[in-house]
């Protein structure tokens, strides 16, 4: 994975938080040390994170105004302390002002920079999403990746307003794009949104699972001699469990950007 990755696009809401905090539990999942950088006017995702082991002391939220010098900084100590950065970038104006400050401030590091471009199905993001593109110019080094997408068991999401339907008259954006790199694709979680409830990221709730085998953790709360302490113990087995098996799906969807 390249230095440094900004997750970008000019329509907020469309899961860029989402996945750069995916990114960053991968990277902590393959043992690779990383910095998550927030860049907004309005959010603060690392608000969301005050009890997460894994994100403590490797976040920074930030004002647009102050991009410029938090990219001097995260590059340096990308580089000088072999991190990797992952960078968020607030919709509208906060991601045209970034893009156009890495043309003319960065383009030294053109090898180093992955632009990340995430989107959902919907038909009035095609346009926010060409448009992004576009503004990037750089095919070689942008990842699409399609955002809550649905699992069917008997069928494949269709994805429609991105992969387009002769039969509905919808053109297919992934022509006009012509993307050089995988698209990748991220299901719908529940679990994802289960782990916000107590402030941490899936991976912090999958350290439980990651620790012990089904029937290591049954002995370890059978240990404790009262019945509904041992329940509760192996109700949260089972949601690290779940959180784990996320992390091993989506660990092996992004090999190809994480290698």
């Excluded at 894994?54 to 102050?66: W, Y």
């Excluded at 590091?109 to 632009?115: P, Q």
């Amino acid at each position: 994975m390249k230095k440094i990755n900004l997750v970008v696009n000019t329509k907020g809401g469309v899961g860029k938080s989402t996945i750069s905090l995916i990114l960053c539990q991968l990277l902590a999942y393959r043992g690779i040390e990383f910095k998550y950088i927030e860049i907004d006017n309005s959010n603060d995702t690392t608000q969301s994170l005050s009890n997460s082991e894994v994100f403590k002391d490797r976040t920074v939220s930030i004002k647009t105004v102050a991009a410029q010098e938090e990219l001097f900084k995260a590059t340096f100590e990308a580089v000088k302390e072999n991190k990797i950065v992952v960078i968020d970038v607030g919709g509208g104006t906060d991601t045209n002002e970034l893009i156009n400050l890495i043309k003319e401030q960065f383009s030294h590091l053109e090898d180093e920079i992955n632009f990340i471009l995430p989107f959902e199905n919907s038909y009035k993001q095609m346009g926010n999403l060409i448009n992004t593109y576009s503004l990037i110019a750089a095919p070689e080094n942008t990842y699409l990746i399609k955002n809550k997408v649905i699992k069917y068991t008997d069928r494949k999401d269709p994805f429609i307003f991105f992969e387009g339907d002769e039969k509905l008259g919808v053109k297919s954006i992934r022509k006009v794009l012509k993307p050089k790199n995988k698209v990748f694709e991220v299901y719908f979680s529940e679990q994802n949104q289960i782990s916000e409830i107590t402030e941490e990221s899936m991976i912090d709730v999958a350290t439980l699972a990651l620790q012990y085998s089904s029937g290591e953790a049954h002995n370890l709360f059978m240990e404790k001699d009262d019945m509904q302490e041992y329940l509760k113990g192996m109700t949260r087995y089972a949601n690290s469990k779940k959180s784990l098996d996320e992390i091993l799906i989506l660990n092996d969807e992004f090999e190809e950007l994480i290698k």
